[in-house]
């Protein structure tokens, strides 16, 4: 036997950080999706409705552009972002220890943790206050992340999911339901697949 594996094949890489099953229970790639399912189409990320669930699009202000996917469910919050990604490596280790440097420069605190999803950071981040600047507390956050092939999906958890268990399990299978749209434009690692608006109401 070789430790090599053939370029392009099927296999589970070591350097992605994913759930064994995440093909069949996601978040899936644009390719494992089931068809007939009356997904919201964000560009690089689609979304299954569900009762309860309140969508927002953040938008950067200088360049306009849509930036992250909102999602509010279940007394929480979910931010997500999906990036490109090589093939064959993953990006989850390297941002993990980005996110744990970020918040230690804010001030904040950090663990690593394993979760349903595999490793996650659960945070206490600075909240600053609106007038003056000044620091208003913390909140608790937790960043999971998922490699799937040729892109990577980010997620930042916040509300009760962080701590009630109900609402976690809710969360996250919100976040497996998630579809991952790459496309084939060439596009460097760690850039943001791009997002767009849905299409109005009524006109699908």
Not at 20 to 27: H, L, M, V
Not at 30 to 43: C, H, K, Q, T
């Amino acid at each position: 036997m070789t430790d090599e594996t053939p370029q392009g094949a099927p296999a589970s890489f070591p350097s992605k950080a994913a759930p064994g099953d995440r093909a069949a229970n996601g978040p899936f790639d644009e390719s494992e999706a089931n068809p007939v399912r009356p997904y919201i189409d964000l560009g690089g990320i689609k979304v299954l409705p569900r009762e309860g669930l309140n969508l927002r699009l953040e938008v950067e202000e200088q360049t306009k552009r849509i930036v992250a996917v909102g999602l509010d469910y279940a007394d929480s919050t979910l931010q997500v972002q999906p990036f490109a990604a090589p093939r064959s490596t993953g990006l989850w280790d390297e941002t993990r220890e980005q996110i744990r440097q970020q918040v230690r420069q804010q001030g904040g605190r950090v663990e690593e943790r394993e979760g349903p999803l595999g490793a996650e950071l659960l945070a206490e981040v600075p909240v600053v206050a609106a007038g003056d600047g000044a620091p208003a507390g913390m909140r608790l956050a937790r960043f999971v992340g998922v490699d799937g092939p040729r892109w990577f999906l980010r997620g930042v958890i916040g509300g009760a999911a962080t701590s009630d268990t109900d609402a976690a399990e809710r969360v996250e299978d919100l976040f497996r339901s998630l579809v991952v749209v790459r496309g084939n434009t060439p596009m460097p690692p760690r850039d943001l697949i791009p997002l767009k608006m849905p299409a109005t109401p009524g006109s699908a």
